[in-house]
């Protein structure tokens, strides 16, 4: 009697004409052509209280709270104590990296938002190979589609924070599960420096530390992932 052999659930998914890395970033490439040019082409087709800007404007990309990361970059931080809202109160992990652009002669706002977008891009690619580790390479492509797609993935194309700390963070959260401390403090410092929300992760690496009983640099790292905040407050 003749025995079959049985095929890996996954060998079927592996035979896609892309590389994982490479549909990482054809998602995320194909999903913010769609985001970039909607908004260039009908944004500015809605009525506006503000500047009005013409169809294929790349300045639809400021908005909101964007206006205050390009004013950090440009003209520094701004605070007072006078009652009135400031600039303060974002990082300044965006405003340095658009400052670096700034330096090789890209205007601020493209700089953030070419910086914004790299980031996420380079997200979708830790976040397949993460996922391709734990769950396989089917798992891994649904992850990263579902992120590349999501509406909410409109913050990681304009002038936000979003992409950055979106990669920060997982790289963080995945050097850690791979015990490698040293980059989990540094990914994490930088998720810290970039947005408040990095804090949460001093407490996450605390407590993966104590339960999976880790040597003393698990629990440095988690501390060095504050980091990021004591830059904040000599930087500004």
Known sequence: MREETLQPATATSQRFWLPLWGF?????????LVIFVSMTLFVPLLPASGERLSVGDWRVLVGWDSVHYVGIATSGYEYAPDGIGHNVAFFPMLPLLMKVGMALGLPAALAGALA????????????????????????????VAALAWCPFSLFGTVVYTEGLFLLFSTAALRS?????????????????????????????????????????????????????????????
């Open 176 to 236: 850690f599960e791979q015990r490698r401390h040293l980059q989990a403090a540094i990914w994490g410092s930088l998720a810290s420096a970039t947005r408040l929300p990095g804090l949460t992760l001093v407490p996450t690496f605390l407590l993966i530390a104590w339960r999976e009983r880790r040597s003393w640099s698990a629990y440095g790292a988690a501390i060095a992932s504050a980091g990021g905040v004591l830059f904040f407050s000599l930087f500004c």
């Open 116 to 143: 914004n977008n790299v980031a996420f891009l380079g997200a979708l690619v830790i976040l397949a190979s993460w996922m391709r580790d734990r769950y396989g390479v089917a798992a891994a492509r649904w992850s």
């Open 24 to 32: 990482a970033l054809l998602m995320g490439l194909l999903s913010r």
